[in-house]
Structure formats: C-alpha cells, structure tokens
C-alpha cells in the first residue's frame, strides 16, 4: 500500500481623395483665311463608311445566332451522344423498387463451440397500403390473427406516401406462418373476398439472441437494430464489446430483388428485373471459455454488497498465448436484455480504464532491480521507518520502526520505504536506479496498448496507454512514489501481459479474444515481444512472489497442492477534481499464477473504492481453484 503524502491587429491605411484634372486646355484651331471654304469629303468615302456601318449591324446579329446554333447542336450532341445512358440509367434507377435481402450475422462461438451470439429467423409483418384492396377486411384479419383492435392497424393500412408499413417487428415465424393461412383461408373461400389483395406482406429477417444472458454480455457485446427509412431496410449495428470490433466480419453483406415500376407502384411489363444474392457474415470462434467466465461473474457479484460493491473486474489470460479465457467487471451487461442497463455495463474496466495499480507494481521494480544485479532475493537493506522527499514524508502502510529487510522481504512485507531505495540504488554503469526504472517500464511495455482486440484501449492514433511523466520530469518524491505504484496509471491487463511474461520465459504474448474463423479455416495470429532475458531474474521474482503467498500479505490467495505466485495491492486514488489522493478509499488488486504447474494461466482481480482495509486474494483463490478443476490443471 502506498503513502498517503504525496505531491505532487496593424494599422488601417489611411484614405484619401486625389484629383487628376489637368490645367492645360486645348489649343485652338488655325484662323482660317477670309473667303477659303474647307476641303469636302468626297461622296465615296462616306458611302463606303455607311456600308461598313450596315454590315456590321449585319454580321453580328448572323455571328451570335451561329454561335448560339452551335452551343445548340454541341449540347445536342452531348446529350445524345454522352449524357444519355447516364440520364437513361438515373431514370431507371428512379423507377426500381428495391427488397432488400438481409445476411445471416455470424454467430459467435466460445473455444469449445458453445453459442454466444446467433441470429434466428423472424418475420416482420408489413402493410402495403398500394395494394390494400379494402382496408376495413385487412385491420379485421391482423386482429383475427395478432389480436387488438381494428384501430390498431387502419394507421399502418391506410399509410400515405409508403408501400412499407410495418404492423410487427421480428415476429416468430410461426405467427407469420399463421397470419399466410388466414389470408389463404380467406382468398379461397369463394366468398365476397375471394381473389382480395389485402395487402399484408412479409419479410423474413434475422432476430439476435444471446443465449447465456449476461454471461459474458460485456466480451460479447451487443448490436442495436438500424433503420433505413429510404430503403425500407432493417439491419444490425454493432455498438459494443466484439459485436462492434468484429461488426465487419459479422455483419455480411445485404442481398436484393429490383424490379422497374410506375409512379403508382404498378410492376412495369418488360422492366428491368434482377436479384443480389445476400452474402451472410462469418462466424467466429472467441477464447472465452463460457463455464469459467460465469465462474468470475458469480464471484465477483457475490461480494456485490461487500468488497466489491462499488465496482470490481477480474481477467485470467493465458500467458503463453495471450488467450483471454475470461473477463468482467461490474456492474455486468446483459445483452439480452437491457431494460434496466446501467450506464458503465459495457464497459470492460478491465481492458478499457486506467489504474493506479499500487503495490502490484513492486514487482515490475524488483524485476529491474534484479535485472540491474545490484540485488537479490537475499540481499539486505538498511530500511528506516520512513523516509524524506521534496518535503515530502514516505513511510511503509503499517507503522514500523528501523529495519533491515532483504528484497524479498520487502516484497512479502510490501515495504515502500524498502522497495524506494532498493530501485534508487539500481544502478547500471552510468544510469541511475530510477533512470532504470523508467527504462525497464517501457522495455516492459507498461506504457503502450497492448493490442487486445476489444475497443476502447487508449486513444485512437497513439501507441501509448496510460499516464507515465517523461523521466526529465520525475522529482525524487515522483521517482519513489512510481517505484511503489503511484504516480502512474495503467490498465488491468497491462499488468496481466507483464505476468505473463514471468510464466512464458520473459516472453509477452499479445493479448486476444479471436481464435478463428471457421468458415475460411482462418486461425487468427498474434505477436509476441520478449521482455525479460534474464531467466534467473524471472525465477527469482517468481520465488518471492511465492513468499508473499506464503509468508506475506497475500496469504489468503493460497491454493493446497500448488504453489501460487502473486502481489498484492492496496493502491490510493487520485483525485481527479480536486487534486491528491482521496481519503478513506482505496483500489485493492491481486495479480498471481500458479508456479510450477501444468498451467501459464495469470489472474487479476481488483475491487474499486474500498473504504476499509480488505483483501480480493479469496476471489482469486475461487476462481483459479475453479480453473484447476475446469482444466485439469496439476502441479509439477
């Protein structure tokens, strides 16, 4: 657990009004000598200058009209020549009467073929008001079949301006079979009715149902039913979870039959007729493994009036595979029906919301103070009861006088003081301990996404995920706060992937929900980075993490017949608006596995706001020991 000190326009021209009126005046004409008369202008000059003047007025009426004659034949010409299948398709196309033809979505599928997410046939039951023979006769038949009251339809029957009102919405199938023999019954009757149009028509659309309720509804997601009025077309939308960051591979792509009618609807003989064949989405196959997420569900509600009555998540991933096997957190989602949704259930906080993570994060520290080989699990260290920094006191959890603690002991007593000045004194050549620190971070990929394909990771056009200062920034107090898990922030299953590494050889996996997609025989694949080459550095963070299942604080997180790895957390929480750590309150986190083991499966669970102390090392317990029976894990 952490401390609860911490700190830290130009000128306008200008205008004016100028003369250019010249002084000079024109010069007058020569005297002219008494009795001379002017020479005349002889008569053919001013005859030609008339018929320049005639022609002229002429020519130019006849140029512009030829001009205009050839703008006209051009245009003529153009539109006959180019423009007219352009204006002869637009016409037609003006004319076609589209049905569309919805895809199948694909169906979702956990790793062991369990349905998720499908869509079944349903049928939308529609009025054609065009095609109404008798209003009166088609409201009496809806009733007969759907029940309500005439009135309930004469609405939809007697629409204006449409040929696609709806009278129910994804009805079973059954109901619009029952509602076509009524008609059949009626039309052959040979009464008044016989022949009658009575305008009700059909389409068959897809319903999506999720047939384990809120199990797994926050991976799975949800779709909403998209409306397009213009089109007379029903479709679905991906909006949450893998149902939107697969809705392009889910949703396939829409059929259609067209044919050319009149103005009044009426098919015209000899018009274009022609088809689309719907092309349906492709399946996929997720890693959840639907009995074990139900698992992590129940657990985390059954302290929903404890310990994680204001929130709690929980992920298990494979860590030599990046295979997410389950995830959730509260409150959870139930895509089957979101009546009473509340406003965060979409949300995996897991994957999507940033942390503190608090003590968890000693060990990333001591995994750079090994790897520094400036200590190990053995070395000891001159610990006081507290320590100064920038004004700043800094002192363990628990009070406590002057100690000398070894590194493990650090870790299984969660020592502040201890685990600042073991990372302050890292240091490698000529970098110092924190200089290390903030290296082994971003070797660690603790402050970049970690490619999960769920959306909502970090912003969009940015590799980086989380709130870590450039280490120019860090003051000494920043410095000792990031060594013990304050002063920065990241996501649950960042922390998870760094935990993978320690069961995978120092290799970090790609975390992943996708598996494949049958249809294509596509296996989806993903990368891996290695982190930590420093194998003796891995085995012995992992020994004490055994000790503080053993010795420390994590006691409660130990499982019979297994040795269980892992750190606990009571981690403080930043005051978004009002500045500091908020008091009384504070995130709880455990992160293990199970070491030496048939198993690389890695487990976070995390409470929000908790105000006392407590501990979420039980749910852990509870739920790997239900892995272990689920996946007959054994040790080794």
């Not at 000899?270 to 639907?290: H, L, N, Q």
Request: charged share 25%; glycine share 10%.
């Amino acid at each position: 657990m952490s401390d609860r000190s911490h700190t830290p326009r130009g000128e306008r021209p200008a205008r004016g009004r100028g003369s250019s009126r010249s002084s000079a005046r024109p010069s007058r004409p020569p005297h002219t000598a008494r009795g001379a008369r002017p020479a005349r202008t002889p008569a053919r000059s001013t005859a030609t200058a008339d018929f320049n003047a005639n022609s002229n007025r002429v020519f130019l009426p006849i140029l512009a009209f030829a001009v205009i004659a050839s703008l006209f034949v051009l245009r003529l010409a153009y539109l006959q020549v180019i423009a007219a299948p352009a204006m002869a398709s637009e016409a037609e196309n003006a004319r076609m009467s589209y049905d569309w033809i919805e895809p199948r979505r694909g169906t979702i599928y956990d790793r062991n073929g369990v349905v998720l997410a499908t869509s079944v046939e349903s049928t939308t039951i529609y009025i054609d008001p065009v095609e109404v023979d008798d209003a009166d006769a088609t409201a009496q038949v809806l009733v007969d079949v759907l029940g309500g009251q005439k009135s309930d339809y004469l609405e939809a029957i007697t629409a204006p301006n449409t040929r696609y009102a709806v009278v129910k919405e994804k009805a079973d199938v059954a109901v619009g079979d029952a509602l076509k023999e009524r008609v059949r019954e009626l039309s052959a009757s040979g009464g008044s009715r016989e022949g009658m149009d009575f305008g009700i028509r059909y389409k068959t659309l897809w319903k999506r149902e999720y047939p384990n309720a809120q199990v797994g509804g926050q991976v799975i997601g949800v779709c909403t039913l998209e409306t397009d009025a213009e089109n007379n077309r029903e479709y679905y939308k991906g909006v949450s979870g893998l149902e939107l960051y697969y809705d392009d591979v889910l949703s396939g792509e829409a059929g259609y039959t067209r044919e050319e009618r009149s103005p009044d609807g009426t098919p015209i003989p000899g018009g274009t007729r022609d088809s689309k064949a719907a092309v349906d989405g492709e399946d996929i196959i997720i890693s959840i493994d639907i009995e074990l997420q139900q698992s992590v569900e129940e657990r985390l509600t059954a302290d929903a009036k404890g310990i994680t009555a204001n929130g709690g998540s929980a992920i298990v991933m494979d860590g030599g595979t990046g295979e997410i096997y389950a995830a959730a957190s509260l409150p959870l989602l139930n895509p089957a029906d979101r009546t009473n949704m509340e406003a965060d259930a979409p949300k995996l906080k897991c994957v999507t919301d940033l942390f503190e993570p608090g003590s968890i994060f000693k060990s990333v520290s001591a995994m750079a103070i090994l790897e520094a080989g400036t200590m190990t699990p053995d070395t000891e260290l001159f610990c006081p009861s507290s320590i100064e920094a920038d004004g700043y006191v800094i002192g363990d959890a628990h009070e406590r006088g002057d100690a000398t603690y070894t590194l493990r002991q650090i870790m299984d007593q969660s020592s502040n003081v201890g685990i600042s000045l073991a990372t302050e004194n890292a240091t490698v050549g000529d970098v110092s301990g924190f200089r290390n620190l903030y290296n082994k971070i971003n070797e660690y990929n603790l402050h970049t996404k970690t490619g999960v394909d769920y959306p909502g990771e970090g912003e969009a056009g940015t590799e980086y995920l989380g709130n870590l200062l450039p280490f120019d920034d860090w003051s000494k107090v920043t410095a000792y706060n990031v060594s013990f898990g304050q002063g920065l922030s990241l996501t649950p299953l960042q922390i998870t992937r760094f935990y993978g590494a320690l069961v995978n050889d120092g290799v970090e996996c790609t975390p992943h929900f996708l598996l494949s997609k049958p249809q294509s025989g596509e296996t989806a694949e993903y990368g891996s980075d290695t982190v930590i080459k420093d194998k003796k550095a891995i085995d012995d963070l992992t020994s004490m993490l055994k000790t503080v299942v053993t010795e420390g604080t994590g006691k409660a997180a130990a499982i019979d017949g297994f040795n269980v790895a892992g750190k606990t957390s009571t981690a403080e929480i930043y005051d978004e608006k009002n500045g500091g750590y908020r008091k009384g309150v504070y995130n709880l986190a455990f992160t293990g596995f199970l070491a030496d083991s048939s198993s690389q499966l890695v487990c976070f669970v995390g409470a929000n706001e908790v105000p006392t102390d407590g501990v979420v090392t039980p749910i852990f317990k509870d739920i790997m020991t239900t892995a272990i029976d689920r996946f007959n894990i054994y040790p080794e």
